[in-house]
């Protein structure tokens, strides 16, 4: 550790700052232009404060009250320029000269995600996320707000009259199923998110598996059950394998496939009589076991219209060869070749058109993005629907994020307004991966506080390379720490698949962790054996 002082005149007193005190804006617009940086009020004073820089990671430094704040949005302050307000509170009509602040709710890997690719967008003047982790603090993608309530609706509508906030993007499904969006509509403040009553396509399967009765959508033949009993004379008579689910929100953890009667059996009762899941486990749904690939199909939605984002495909088993318990997602990759363009088609238009329209005729449009697991059926070919998320998935998101070459923020708002129709999305050529890095233990218990080093050096391996933080916190020595179970996402481009799994996988063997493990074998349904990473 060093010690530097720093001086930047006209500028804030930041010694009184605290947890309670409004977050500072660095406008990335004017530091592009080299001009001052700025915040959405005015300001005056000086900035006099010691910084300890940690010297093995020198992009961010800790304020002499505790605070961390970030080298390179300090750097983009030349030292006489003055202060400014860069932030337009109207929204133009044409989108010609439009700028937003966003506010993206939550703090995993997704959001990290999200943030990175806000702070590329154009039109966007700056990026809250709320919590946020340690990962998206200091990579400068995003001002992180850990102390904003999330699940206090006033408290987030405060936050955006009181930052001019544009657009709120919510990334984490509870919110959604709690209402989060519907306040802050009823606020007048655009949020890409489904209302609670379109979010029951993912708070409940039983609702999801009832629209796709009534609207012809292909799906596994299913029936629900509150009584075990009954469930598992369901179960003999279908026979095994089989699929058991919990009906509600079990953070991606509430599906069983179940190779035997025994295992079935079993997980009927470790969700309605053992009540593992809590309320999300007090109904399961039975449902038929579907052989073939499976894929992510992404689309957005402004309640009328849609757009397909591009394919992905999830590696949701924890172990290699997709073997052990399901997890929320080990890695990933983007495009998914399994889904070729004649298959997109039929998936708009016998899944995604259909939900949509349902749920327009259902009286709760959908404005958001709908995440449909698909099982591409090995006997048909043809795509049948799983599930439904209705926000962005995670690990998806972060290979889509880092393709994404359109302007994410005006895309969201026209979403948010009706104005999907006619919006064309840019992609970069080639290929995506990200390879999810988990606590070992993960998806049972894991140790948390575990240091993670090496990362600065990993993101060098190449210029495609980038490390989103899914659950990092700092420690007292500022090294970063392992706080959840999926931790990092180390995601590469390349010119194709096999470049971007060379990258990735390059990265990956960088970083020091030896409380965390892999998959080695991201990609392996799209990619020979013999190009999978074979190292320790």
């Not at 004073?45 to 010691?50: A, E, P, Q, R, T």
């Not at 337009?88 to 997704?110: H, K, M, P, Q, T």
């Not at 363009?341 to 959908?366: D, Y």
């Not at 194709?496 to 960088?510: H, K, M, P, T």
Request: charged share 20%; with cysteine; aromatic share 8%.
């Amino acid at each position: 550790m060093s010690t530097a002082a720093l001086h930047l005149s006209p500028c804030f007193d930041l010694s009184n700052y605290n947890s309670n005190s409004k977050p500072f804006l660095f406008s990335k617009t004017s530091c592009k232009n080299d001009s001052a940086f700025t915040r959405s009020s005015s300001f005056a004073g000086s900035l006099n404060f010691s910084l300890v820089i940690n010297n093995t990671s020198p992009d961010f430094c800790r304020l002499s009250n505790g605070h961390r704040c970030s080298l390179r949005v300090l750097r983009c302050a030349p030292e006489k320029s003055e202060p400014s307000i860069s932030v337009d509170r109207g929204y133009g009509s044409n989108g010609a000269c439009e700028r937003v602040v966003v506010l993206v709710i939550g703090g995993g890997g997704r959001e990290h995600s999200l943030c990175y690719a806000l702070e590329r967008s154009p039109s966007c003047d700056a990026v809250f996320c709320a919590p946020g982790n340690a990962g998206i603090a200091s990579s400068g993608n995003a001002t992180c707000i850990p102390d904003l309530d999330i699940s206090d609706s006033s408290a987030v509508i405060s936050f955006c009259r009181q930052w001019a906030v544009g657009l709120v993007i919510v990334g984490p499904e509870a919110p959604l199923v709690s209402g989060l969006a519907n306040d802050l509509v009823k606020a007048g403040i655009p949020t890409f998110g489904p209302s609670s009553e379109a979010a029951a396509l993912e708070g409940s399967k039983k609702f999801m598996k009832n629209l796709c009765d009534k609207y012809g959508i292909p799906t596994a033949k299913y029936k629900a059950f509150t009584d075990p009993s009954a469930a598992k004379q369901y179960i003999q008579d279908q026979g095994a394998p089989i699929v058991i689910k919990a009906d509600g929100l079990a953070a991606g953890k509430g599906v069983i496939v179940a190779m035997t009667l025994e295992e079935a059996f079993e997980a009927v009762d470790l969700m309605l009589v053992r009540g593992v899941f809590g309320s999300a486990g007090c109904q399961v749904i039975v449902e038929e076991y579907l052989e073939g690939e499976e894929a992510s199909f992404f689309a957005l939605v402004d309640g009328e219209n849609t757009i397909p984002l591009e394919s992905a495909q999830d590696h949701k088993r924890v172990g290699d060869g997709d073997t052990g318990p399901n997890t929320g997602g080990m890695g990933a990759y983007s495009p998914a070749p399994i889904l070729t363009e004649e298959l997109k088609n039929v998936v708009m238009e016998s899944i995604i058109i259909p939900t949509v329209k349902g749920m327009s005729a259902e009286g709760c449009k959908f404005v958001g993005v709908l995440y449909a697991g698909l099982m591409i059926e090995k006997k048909s070919g043809l795509p049948k629907l799983i599930e439904y998320n209705v926000r962005f998935g995670d690990p998806e998101c972060q290979v889509l994020m880092v393709r994404l070459e359109s302007d994410l923020a005006q895309v969201l708002l026209a979403a948010c307004r009706g104005e999907l129709e006619g919006v064309t999305l840019n992609w970069s050529p080639g290929s995506a991966m990200v390879v999810v890095m988990a606590s070992k233990g993960y998806p049972g218990s894991y140790e948390k506080g575990t240091v993670i080093r090496n990362l600065e050096e990993a993101e060098l391996v190449a210029p495609s390379v980038k490390i989103f933080h899914a659950g990092t916190v700092f420690d007292s020595d500022d090294n970063f720490t392992a706080a959840g179970g999926r931790v990092l996402g180390v995601t590469a481009k390349g010119k194709d698949l096999r470049e971007a799994r060379d990258r990735a996988y390059q990265a990956v063997e960088e970083i020091k962790w030896p409380g965390g493990f892999y998959r080695r074998d991201i990609g392996w349904r799209a990619l020979p054996l013999k190009h999978l990473a074979t190292k320790g």
